[in-house]
Antibody
Framework: EVQLVESGGGLVQPGGSLRLSCAASGFTFSSHWMSWVRQAPGKGLEWVANIKEHGTEKYYVDSVKGRFSISRDNAKNSLHLQMNSLRAEDTAVYYC????????????????WGQGTLVTVSS | SYELTQSPSVSVSPGQTASVTCSGDELGDNYVCWYQQKPGQSPVLLIYQDTKRPAGIPERFSGSNSGNTATLTISGTQVMDEADYYCQAWDGNTVVFGGGTRLTVL
């Protein structure tokens, strides 16, 4: 059974840092792109970052470029999001999600999502 | 950057057909997927590659995509289908979500 379990959320002051983690199990982690998606309170889904299977390429939404860094450890089946210089507008539930890939081809949907971890940026 | 537009809300009576639309420039040239999200829960993949349903998704959910509009259709809508629905596509190597549509069943 595919499982994605996020951790690391919490309350942080503006300008502070936080590192989110996502523990993956039930599938070959190194074969799939992974994504972080966030949802501010009462708002819609917003894509944050992608990382390719072996971490060689990373992509970010403009609003987090230079502040957030996505990484992965395929040996430990884990995904991370280092968040620096946090702002109030970064307050959200952060989800990790798997991009479905098969036979070397990756398809344009996120087929499994974690339960999310809440990040609150406030003084 | 690429944008996907959804109506904020749709209402439907139980048993009737609900249509949720998603529009974007030449959207039909891209694969679209749909997610359902109920309050306090994570999004669930409903439709992928425009028309396909993952295992376990009821047949009453279907999708289409042509021109500038993708449509999620719920036939015989049930009260349990009340939720937020999001369309999603890719723009190069980045993910784009629509703003979401709240479906009310009453």
């Amino acid at each position: 059974e595919v499982q994605l379990v996020e951790s690391g959320g919490g309350l942080v002051q503006p300008g502070g840092s936080l590192r989110l983690s996502c523990a993956a199990s039930g599938f070959t982690f190194s074969s799939h792109w992974m994504s972080w998606v966030r949802q501010a309170p009462g708002k819609g889904l917003e894509w944050v970052a992608n990382i390719k299977e072996h971490g060689t390429e990373k992509y970010y939404v403009d609003s987090v470029k230079g502040r957030f860094s996505i990484s992965r450890d395929n040996a430990k089946n884990s995904l991370h999001l280092q968040m620096n210089s946090l702002r109030a507008e970064d307050t959200a539930v952060y989800y990790c999600a798997r991009r479905y890939c098969s036979g070397g081809t990756c398809y344009p949907h996120l087929d499994y999502w974690g339960q999310g971890t809440l990040v609150t940026v406030s003084s | 950057s690429y944008e996907l537009t959804q109506s904020p809300s749709v209402s439907v009576s139980p048993g009737q057909t609900a249509s949720v639309t998603c529009s974007g420039d030449e959207l039909g040239d891209n694969y679209v997927c749909w997610y359902q999200q109920k309050p306090g829960q994570s999004p669930v993949l409903l439709i992928y590659q425009d028309t396909k349903r993952p295992a376990g998704i009821p047949e009453r959910f279907s999708g289409s995509n042509s021109g500038n509009t993708a449509t999620l259709t719920i036939s015989g809508t049930q009260v349990m289908d009340e939720a937020d629905y999001y369309c999603q596509a890719w723009d190069g190597n980045t993910v784009v979500f629509g703003g979401g549509t709240r479906l009310t069943v009453l």
